[in-house]
């Protein structure tokens, strides 16, 4: 993640928690968070997203983005202290759920946002990149579920995942060969959601993350 867009969302996370950012207020436009952060307008889109699916905050069609009235009450400081052993236990007993709800709910839309995560993670450059979009990735699959428990699940996730013990485990275990795997294994997770076949899809997201976890911890 940018030095941008971690200021963005710290700033974003300080001012709704001080009540700088009150119950009602209206948010800047996107142009300007972009020229503030150096940032892109789809990645302040992303951002605002996910805090407007934490009910922080609610877009009104021509009118803007406001503050809501459950704003400072839902908001922290942004760290949840799991360690990546914990989190990798916890992804192995509630990741491979969500297949039966993808298969049973996904919509079109839901399928294009999955294959353009999957095509970032595969046109990836370097860890950092390929990190980011594999945890947008996951985070598509929990939105297909169209279960909002999931979604709340996947975003601790990808919040364990910015911390620095994470990174510096993943960095230390990502080989070229276990990157290309990861790519091999999202796409075969991919499709077989894509074709509704649950058993499939239920069978490689299991040996997805269990890979992960070996590759992490038994190395």
């Known amino acids: 993640m940018s030095s941008g867009v971690k200021a963005f969302e710290q700033y974003l996370s300080d ?6 950012l009150a119950p009602g207020d209206r948010l800047p436009p996107e142009r300007s968070w972009c020229e503030q952060f150096g940032i892109s307008r789809g990645t302040v889109r992303r951002v605002l997203g996910r805090l407007r699916e934490r009910g922080l905050i609610t877009q009104v ?3 803007g983005t406001f503050v809501t009235a459950a ?3 839902r ?5 949840l202290y ?3 052993a914990e989190l ?3 992804r192995l007993l509630i990741e491979p759920l969500m297949p039966a709800l993808i298969v049973k709910n996904a919509n079109a839309h839901d399928f294009r946002s999955m294959e353009e ?3 970032r993670s595969e046109q990836a450059e370097s860890v950092q990149e390929f990190e980011r979009w594999d945890g947008e990735l996951h985070r598509s699959f929990a939105v297909a579920t169209h279960n909002s428990l999931f979604l709340h699940i996947l975003e601790l996730t990808n919040r364990v995942r910015e911390e620095a013990e994470w990174g510096r485990l993943k960095r230390q275990s990502l080989t070229p060969e276990r990157l290309r795997q990861y790519k091999d294994q999202h796409r075969a997770i991919y499709e077989a959601l894509l074709n509704r076949d649950l058993n499939e899809a239920r069978a490689q997201m ?3 993350l269990e890979q992960i976890q070996s590759n992490l911890f038994d190395n």
Not at 75 to 79: A, F, M, S
């Open 71 to 73: 704003g400072q009450e």
């Open 75 to 79: 908001v922290d400081d942004g760290k």
């Open 206 to 208: 299991q040996r997805h």
């Open 117 to 119: 995560c999957l095509l």
């Open 61 to 63: 069609k021509g009118s």
């Open 88 to 90: 990798m236990e916890a």
């Open 82 to 84: 799991t360690s990546p």
């Open 15 to 20: 001012a709704l928690g001080s009540g700088r």
